[in-house]
């Protein structure tokens, strides 16, 4: 059916926002890319500094602040630093930190355990840049020390490492930097701001993996930086926008929403996996529990003296028997998702000889104690008595499968 009316174009213009005293409890999801600005001076005045205003969103948008406002407080990120950013990933970030702050001849020093993909940032991409990078043990400042050349501008490691949840010596490779001249960033995704704040150990530059335990609930990627000094956080900003890691506004909104309840989920977490680790220990089939509080913890003492009570909801252990025992485990909790993240709400457990460390051939798996067997769970918020069952029950289904 056709009809005469025309249509109004004056649709695509954009409608005013209803006025009214009240305003939203929640934050307004605030999708729109572009701002408008009153005249070529203000907007002049916007880019100038001289006025606050937001403008193209690549640049920056309101949904973003907010949330990084809400991780500044927890990290205690230094004022003069300006503030953290958000950008679109946990590796968005590493990437803004190392390509925004290092150039051609310098040399980057990383924790041997870090996370698989700045890994491969370290050694595949940044030596296309002309950046160096070299890598050394965490948990040993002398080595550290050794590894150090004059062209060492950075160092970026991790506390706690995956999946091994060794715990780094942070007071000398903080001291360190410090006596060098050399910039501390550390990711803090696995540890959080509830357990470790790098900033009071002295890091330069604090990175986190939004998407895990902060967001908390698996539905968004997104990464935090916060530096201690307003050019770092200059050079970065501008190495994130120009190349677009730019975080979408609406999954800033989640992060924003998973982000009020994280002390709560945190806390309880780590008393399960706490639980779950000493449960573990008592079941026959295993070769080891790894969790940084337990005593037979090879960091032990170093885990109390940093983490204090804090010991994380990350707990590991290896079963005896090879991959049939581990496809045994896996199928024998369905209820538990077998999935290669960290930090959901629920229990995750990941198998790195099949996922991570894929790539590293059974001897290289094995001089890192990553058998067929090894195994690491996220713990989640779950009731601890239906996780003990669950573990037991997959643990003893697996006990006596040996290849
Ligand atoms: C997951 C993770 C990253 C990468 O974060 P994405 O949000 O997945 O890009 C970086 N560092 C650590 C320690 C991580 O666990």
Redesign the pocket.
Known sequence: MTTDRPIPDTLVRRSPWPEGVSRPLGSPIQPSVVFISESPDQLDDQYGGAVEGYTYSREGHPNADVLARKIDALEGAPEAGGGGLIVG????A?SAVLMGLLRAGDHVLGGSQL?G??LRLMREDLPRFGITASLADPTDTESFARAITPQTRLILV?LVS?PILRVADIEGIARLARDRGILLAI?A??STPRAFRPFDYGADIV?H????LLSGHSDV???YVATRDPAHRKAIYDFAVTTGLTPSPFDCWLAERGLMTFHLRYDRAEENARALADHLATLPGLRRVVYPLRPDHPDHNRAVAILGKRGGNMVSFELMGGRNAANTLVRAMPNLAFAP??GDIGTTLSHPASTSHRGMTPEQRAANGLSEGFFRVSVGVEDIELLKQEFTAGIAAATGISD
């Open positions: 990933s946990g590796m968005a590493v996370y993909r700045s991790e995956n990711d995704t696995f990175i993996s939004v998407t895990k990627t997104l990464g993240t960290l």
